[in-house]
């Protein structure tokens, strides 16, 4: 069963950029549509965005002028990379296999922005 | 963007029950809706695509409903592992969104 792990800092600072990447294990990337969605503490889901395995993305309008979502199928990896974040980014950042429906999530990753 | 609105925020459930929950849409989204469990400190879990149909391994006792802009999810004979927090997904328009969750905690 296809299995995926989230990686990255779990502090950023205010105006940086903040990095994750998404390990795929038990599965190819191909033919898939791979997906990054967060949850603020105590808060609901939101779509980021994401990157089929051809490269092509699309972006949630909201995140889009600081977000860059890209794929590595030789090392099974695709990662998010976005940037200026404030306080609003802190969150647990999800990766899934999937879009628009994910059906594979991973366990998530906390990110805090905070100085 | 569509907006999704989960009713009620929290359901008190006795184990064996049978409970329904209600997701709305702020506008049509046909039949392009999903459900979601998540238990705490894990990940979600798709239960249901294409607002009827279960994904792969999904008990029998869950079924969900609707079209349009009203959607429901029913549990039948409530487990123990059911206690979780529930999440409806709209994919008809970009970009995807959800719901706010409906809680299932033990009455």
């Known amino acids: 069963q296809v299995q995926l792990q989230e990686s990255g800092p779990g502090l950023v600072k205010p105006s940086e950029t903040l990095s994750l990447t998404c390990t795929v294990s038990?599965?190819?990337?191909?033919?898939?549509?791979w997906s990054w969605i967060r949850q603020p503490p105590g808060k609901g889901l939101e779509w980021i965005g994401y990157?089929?395995?051809?490269?092509?993305?699309d972006y949630n309008p909201s995140l889009k002028s600081r977000l860059t979502i890209s794929i590595d199928t030789s090392k099974n990896q695709f990662s998010l990379n976005l940037s200026s974040v404030t306080a609003a980014d802190t969150a647990v950042y999800y990766c899934?296999?999937?879009?628009?429906?994910?059906?594979?999530w991973g366990q998530g990753t906390l990110v805090t922005v905070s100085s | 963007e569509i907006v999704m609105t989960q009713s009620p925020a929290t359901l008190s459930v006795s184990p064996g029950e049978t409970v329904t929950l209600s997701c709305r849409a702020s506008?049509?989204?046909?039949?392009?809706l999903a459900w979601h469990q998540q238990k705490p400190g894990q990940a979600p879990r798709l239960l249901i695509d294409?607002?009827?149909t279960r994904a792969s391994g999904i008990p029998a006792r869950f079924s969900g409903s609707g079209s349009g802009t009203e959607f429901t999810l029913t549990i039948s004979s409530l487990q123990s592992e059911d206690f979780a927090v529930y999440y409806c997904?709209?994919?008809?328009?970009?970009?995807?969104?959800f719901g706010g969750g409906t809680k299932i905690e033990i009455k």
């Open positions: 990157v089929h395995y051809t490269g092509n993305t």
């Open positions: 997904q709209q994919y008809n328009n970009w970009p995807p969104t």
């Open positions: 038990g599965g190819s990337l191909s033919s898939y549509y």
């Open positions: 506008q049509s989204i046909n039949r392009n």
């Open positions: 294409a607002a009827s």
């Open positions: 899934a296999r999937g879009s628009p429906v994910p059906s594979f």
